[in-house]
């Protein structure tokens, strides 16, 4: 079974393909976050009305495809996980991360996770991927990411092999450089400084269209009518910044704060 969570679509892709590579099936933890889980201040899980939907055959491998925030697994993803720990007890889990620049010392956290909720560690793909980060980083153009996305799926191809064949999945050493820094230290900062919705909004581009309502895979946007009576969406604090809002609005209308002006816009 193979698991995606994904904002712009890098880890869906990614996702699809080691699906189709392993004839493997294919679940979407967007959706389940969305539809079955809620979420308190601060982004981590608190409730979900179902458990995570696992293979019968608990010798079935579990493959966890996902995006990289900060140098580490999103923090969603990890209390997700922990608060599975009874399932996921003595399961096969692989991991597949995608990322726009590097991975630092992410491997560590998979590691301690698998420990925690006494799974077995099979491993983790580093894939990088067009840059989507639209708070902080510049999007490449299309051609570059062209170019990023024909390596990523190449990537992604030698790790659906190596899944086939039940082996072990080696990070690539070249994307995880300064694990300590960047893991331990700069990723808690991210969290306390940067992961924030306030600084979105919607500007006068809005056609009201709720595509960013409906993508939110926390359900932290609401539309509410503004003070000129003009419906348009509204962030809570459970935000995640997983960027499919900003980058999914079809009208480009969604900014986060000045960051974001004048940046492409990107998705698959």
């Known amino acids: 079974m193979i698991y995606y969570f994904s904002g712009s679509g890098n880890s869906r892709h990614v996702a699809k393909l080691l699906a189709r590579e392993s004839g493997q099936e294919l679940f979407s933890l967007n959706k389940f976050f969305k539809d079955k889980c809620r979420f308190r201040k601060g982004r981590d899980l608190i409730e979900c009305s179902e458990p995570l939907p696992l293979p019968d055959d608990k010798n079935q491998v579990l493959v966890f495809v996902h995006p990289t925030y900060g140098w580490r697994q999103p923090r969603l993803l990890t209390s997700f996980l922990a608060a599975n720990a009874r399932q996921l007890k003595h399961r096969k889990l692989y991991f597949v991360a995608t990322a726009g620049s590097g991975f630092g010392g992410s491997e560590k956290y998979l590691l301690r996770l698998c420990r925690d909720v006494g799974a077995e560690y099979m491993g983790l793909a580093t894939?990088?991927?067009?840059?989507?980060?639209?708070?902080?980083?510049?999007?490449?153009?299309?051609?570059?990411?062209?170019?990023?996305?024909?390596?990523?799926?190449?990537?992604?191809?030698?790790?659906?092999?190596?899944?086939?064949?039940?082996?072990?999945?080696?990070?690539?050493?070249?994307?995880?450089?300064?694990?300590?820094?960047?893991?331990?230290?700069?990723?808690?900062?991210?969290?306390?400084?940067?992961?924030?919705?306030?600084?979105?909004?919607?500007?006068?581009?809005?056609?009201?269209?709720?595509?960013?309502?409906?993508?939110?895979?926390?359900?932290?946007?609401?539309?509410?009518?503004?003070?000129?009576?003009?419906?348009?969406?509204?962030?809570?604090?459970?935000?995640?910044?997983?960027?499919?809002?900003?980058?999914h609005c079809p009208r480009q209308a969604i900014e986060y704060g000045r960051a974001s002006h004048n940046k492409r816009r990107y998705f698959i």
């Not at 990023?148 to 070249?174: F, M, N, T, V, Y």
């Not at 991210?190 to 309502?213: E, H, L």
Request: glycine share 4%.
């Open 127 to 247: 894939i990088l991927m067009p840059e989507n980060y639209t708070a902080m980083f510049a999007i490449p153009d299309e051609p570059e990411a062209d170019r990023l996305i024909q390596a990523g799926e190449a990537r992604a191809q030698e790790a659906a092999a190596a899944i086939r064949a039940g082996s072990k999945l080696l990070p690539d050493p070249g994307l995880c450089k300064r694990p300590f820094l960047l893991s331990t230290v700069v990723n808690p900062l991210f969290y306390k400084f940067i992961v924030k919705s306030r600084a979105f909004y919607a500007d006068d581009r809005c056609d009201s269209c709720r595509v960013c309502q409906l993508i939110c895979p926390l359900n932290c946007i609401s539309m509410e009518t503004d003070e000129n009576g003009d419906l348009r969406p509204h962030w809570s604090d459970n935000c995640t910044h997983c960027m499919a809002c900003i980058n």
